[in-house]
């Protein structure tokens, strides 16, 4: 067990649908990340978040965008997906950004009808 | 821009095997190099990390060793078990803000 959480674990939507993954973190950390997992392609960074302030987001398109309401949770608000959006979405939190070890949650299967 | 690349993509060895699983990266100023493990639909765990200052790092049946200056790293793994089954996934950090850097990941299985 992680201590990162993620719901839900699999998500099926239409492209005009909008939907919200779900990450929890409890490990008092302050920092949370959003990657992207594609079939053949390495993990892609796409925000990441200290102490609830955006501090990177990686030309992620507009259709993808992310909440941290506390340093505890995050979210990734998703409308008119495509079908390459396609993908596992992880999650993860270290206790600063930089240079700390990066702790996974179980990640959301989502698929773009 | 850092690259990191792994060799093979997937690997296939009888249990009780001793395998090496290789990582490459481009950019030899990096600040530490982790290994993790993913399972199929799962998120990854992280087996070993080193920082840039060291040149191994070992625990239980897993060694990873560093080469800065050759930009490369190797985690062998001893006496290998069919729960060992799994993707391994490299990826460096450089200094400061910097995001991971991942390569594609090498699938292992091993057969009983």
């Known amino acids: 067990e992680t201590g990162v959480t993620q719901t839900p674990r699999h998500l099926v939507m239409g492209m005009t649908n909008k939907k919200s993954l779900k990450c929890e973190q409890h490990l008092g950390h302050n920092a949370m990340y959003w990657y992207k997992q594609s079939a053949k392609k390495p993990l892609e960074l796409m925000f990441v978040?200290?102490?609830?302030?955006?501090?990177e987001n990686n030309s992620v398109p507009s259709r993808f965008s992310p909440e941290c309401p506390n340093s505890s949770h995050l979210f990734l608000h998703l409308h008119t997906l495509q079908p390459e959006d396609s993908a596992l979405y992880l999650c993860?939190?270290?206790?600063?950004?930089?240079?700390?070890?990066?702790?996974f949650g179980p990640g959301t299967r989502l698929t773009v009808l | 821009k850092q690259e990191v690349t792994q060799i093979p993509a997937a690997l296939s060895v009888p249990e009780g095997e001793n395998l090496v699983l290789n990582c490459s990266f481009t950019?030899?100023?990096?600040?530490?190099l982790q290994w993790f493990r993913q399972d199929p639909g799962k998120g990854l765990t992280s087996l070993l990390l080193i920082q840039s200052s060291q040149r191994e790092q070992t625990s239980g049946r897993l060694n990873a060793s560093l080469d800065k200056s050759s930009g490369r790293s190797t985690l062998y793994i001893a006496a290998s078990q069919p729960g060992d089954s799994a993707t391994y996934l490299c990826?460096?950090?450089?200094?400061?803000?910097?995001?991971?850097?991942f390569g594609k990941g090498t699938r292992l299985s091993v057969i009983a």
């Open positions: 990826a460096v950090k450089g200094s400061g803000n910097t995001p991971l850097v």
């Open positions: 950019d030899s100023a990096i600040y530490n």
């Open positions: 978040y200290n102490f609830k302030e955006q501090t």
């Open positions: 993860a939190s270290s206790q600063w950004t930089g240079l700390d070890t990066q702790y």
